[in-house]
């Protein structure tokens, strides 16, 4: 019997050099789009998807991640107080979400490196890892999306989105076989290939769906450039001995680890609330652009 996803991994040990100095001493996972953390729309986006359990892989300066995700005493009782019923809910909520614990990546040896850190906590299960910094908007949860393709071929499976001309030269590709709509078969993936040699234009974006069997395809693989390992190489090795399926998710995918991707999310998210909506609207048409 198919066992169900319902464990999520977060990677977030990572430097994040591409937001200098802003991350300086804050984790890049913690900068807010509009009033919410980064982490806290992929957790969100999990938990809508059906995960009850989520193991987040921090490093050194990311106790921020934990204490968000932490009862803040001092802060609840004072809105409490004023009688802020509707912020102490909000607050109370970010610690009430699901089952979290959390464990360090000592040196940042690159993705594979990280998901390996989650061995012990997965088990023999299925699970999810997603990436804090792509952000996904979505009317169905992206992993949710992904997770139904899982139930259908109990095969590990990967997001993908469509890049057009040279762009595609930094992501990982996939050469696939359509088998449904949006459904591709792997044959093969190739890591930030040239845009002349890329495959097709669906490139893995960072949100997966691992059997427990990556583990094993990690040790096996060989550090790359900079000591690291790379989740790509490891996913390579399984599907030797595996299926492996793509997605092309159905929504937008903000890449928020990039400063104009950031911003463009900013922008694209503050639109979409009642409270700001309208007014933000109305600010950037007055703009002499």
């Not at 991994?9 to 991350?23: E, K, N, Q, Y």
């Not at 912020?87 to 690159?110: C, E, H, N, P």
């Amino acid at each position: 019997m198919l066992k169900k996803v319902r464990k999520a991994v977060f990677p977030a040990a990572g430097l994040g050099t591409r937001f200098l100095p802003a991350t300086k001493a804050s984790p890049k996972e913690m900068l807010p789009l509009v009033d919410k953390p980064l982490i806290q729309y992929s957790v969100e986006e999990a938990v809508a998807s059906g995960i009850d359990s989520i193991l987040i892989i921090t490093g050194r300066d990311k106790s921020a991640i934990e204490n968000h995700f932490d009862i803040s005493f001092e802060l609840e009782q004072m809105l409490k107080e004023r009688g802020k019923d509707e912020m102490f809910k909000q607050v109370r909520a970010i610690t009430d979400i699901a089952k979290i614990s959390y464990t360090r990546q000592k040196q940042a040896l690159g993705l594979g490196h990280a998901i390996y850190q989650a061995k012990d906590f997965v088990g023999d299960e299925p699970f999810a890892a997603l990436l804090a910094d792509d952000i996904v908007d979505a009317e169905v949860p992206a992993l949710a999306q992904m997770i139904k393709i899982y139930e259908e071929f109990g095969c590990p499976v990967v997001a993908t989105m469509q890049v057009e001309g040279e762009a595609i030269s930094r992501f990982g590709v996939i050469d696939a076989e359509e088998v449904s709509p949006g459904v591709f078969k792997i044959n093969d993936m190739v890591e930030k290939p040239a845009y002349e040699d890329a495959p097709s234009d669906l490139a893995i974006i960072g949100r997966y769906i691992f059997t427990p069997d990556i583990f094993e395809a990690i040790e096996e693989t060989k550090p790359g450039s900079g000591g690291e390992i790379q989740i790509t190489d490891a996913m390579r090795l399984l599907l030797k001995k595996r299926p492996f399926y793509a997605v092309r998710l159905d929504g937008t995918r903000h890449d928020a680890g990039d400063k104009l991707g950031f911003l463009i999310a900013t922008v694209e998210y503050a639109l979409k609330r009642d409270d700001l909506g309208e007014d933000f609207r109305n600010y950037l048409r007055s703009l002499d652009l």
